[in-house]
């Protein structure tokens, strides 16, 4: 399989990893739309939303765990540098879905009044390996954070 989620996965390829466990990873994007942009993906590969069987508990159980992790990284965004977050979620080419892999991007948005929210890749490019860390790191602390004040860890 030539998936890029996958490679990520099997650590074939290098990424910035924000959160992690049995089922899920969370990472920041490579081109983010803004600063603090985070893609989250189930370790077992669907192609899309739409591909996830329903009448397989387990992998519902996956769903709902990246359905949560996605509202626990949005929370984490919006505590720690942003003033909100888009979560989206794109089934199939004429979606824009690139990478045929499920997964969920939360996007930061601020408050600023420069822009209207933009959904162009690479709209929020980090200005050096150094700040991406920087974003990373407040977004793992905030997680555990998050997962801890909510008794799930």
Known sequence: MDCVFCKIIANEIPSVKVYEDDHILAFLDINPIEK??????????WESLAAVPVADSADVAVLEELTYMSHVVSKAV?????NG???LQATGKCAGQTVFHLHFHVIPRYDDGSTPPSFESGHGAYSSNEERDAYAEKLRKEISKVLSEEAII
Request: cysteine-free.
């Open 85 to 87: 977050a888009n979560l």
């Open 78 to 82: 919006t505590r720690t540098f942003a």
């Open 36 to 45: 603090g942009h985070v893609l989250l993906i189930p370790k077992k590969h």
